[in-house]
Every structure is written in C-alpha cells, then in structure tokens.
C-alpha cells in the first residue's frame, strides 16, 4: 500500500463505527503521529458549532456533500457537543450552607428561629481557631 500525504477538506457526512452520523466541514488533521478527522458541526438552532475528532480506524464512511446538505442534516440530528462540568462535592456542599447559615446567625441574630432545624453539622460557635 502506497503512503500519501493528500489531506481531505471538504463538507461531508460522517458515520462513526456504523451507528454514530455527523455532518460538517470535515478535514484530514495530524495530531502527534495519528492522522485523525476533524469534523466542525456547524451552529444550529439548537447548538453551538463545535468540532469532534476522530481516528480514522473508527469512520466507517464518509459522504462528501455540499454546504447546505451538511448544515441541514447537521440542524435535524441535533448531534450535542461534549460539555465539560465539574460535579460539586455533596460534602462540600452541605459544609457551604451550614457556614452561611453560621454568619447569617451571627450577623442578624433575630433570624435564630429560622435556623433551629439540624444541618448535620457541628455548631461552629463550640470551636476555636487555631
């Protein structure tokens, strides 16, 4: 088999191991040693535009369509981008309420009766700084 270094830029449908399909601006990318494609999902009514990699032993096929094919297909698969989040401690959490509630006691006192509910935590006035 012949190596070549042809680099693919083109709008096109992509399918993803036979069962995942995207469309978009779809282009051959060097990534360390790895040729992988890159694909930009354009921006739809309902998502941002945001680009997938993927390595080329997992494409199953690619469609070279025109612009507007992409972008219509693109709007009614509604494929999501991957949102990075940071899931906050429970602990955590808790620990930030019962400090609110903690100041909110000391600073306004007549609000006592709100707080007589247990929070699971120990009262803060029976520990001393170091």
Request: with cysteine; glycine share 4%.
């Given at each position: 088999?012949?190596?070549?270094?042809?680099?693919?830029?083109?709008?096109?449908?992509?399918?993803?191991?036979?069962?995942?399909?995207?469309?978009?601006?779809?282009?051959?990318?060097?990534?360390?040693?790895?040729?992988?494609?890159?694909?930009?999902?354009?921006?739809?009514?309902?998502?941002?535009?945001?680009t997938?990699?993927?390595?080329?032993?997992?494409?199953?096929?690619?469609?070279?369509?025109?612009?507007?094919?992409?972008?219509?297909?693109?709007?009614?698969?509604?494929?999501?981008?991957?949102?990075?989040?940071?899931?906050?401690?429970?602990?955590?959490?808790?620990?930030?309420?019962?400090?609110e509630?903690?100041?909110?006691?000391?600073?306004?006192?007549?609000?006592?009766?709100?707080?007589?509910?247990?929070?699971?935590?120990?009262?803060f006035?029976?520990?001393?700084?170091?």
């Amino acid at each position: 088999m012949e190596n070549t270094t042809d680099k693919f830029e083109n709008w096109a449908i992509v399918e993803i191991m036979g069962h995942i399909k995207c469309a978009g601006l779809a282009q051959t990318v060097t990534f360390g040693n790895t040729v992988m494609l890159r694909v930009d999902i354009p921006e739809t009514s309902k998502q941002p535009a945001h680009t997938k990699m993927y390595g080329m032993s997992s494409i199953f096929s690619i469609s070279p369509v025109t612009e507007d094919v992409a972008r219509s297909h693109a709007e009614a698969w509604n494929i999501q981008p991957i949102i990075a989040y940071e899931v906050q401690n429970a602990y955590q959490k808790r620990f930030d309420e019962a400090v609110e509630k903690a100041v909110e006691r000391k600073m306004n006192p007549q609000l006592e009766s709100r707080y007589l509910e247990d929070d699971g935590f120990p009262d803060f006035d029976d520990y001393e700084r170091p």
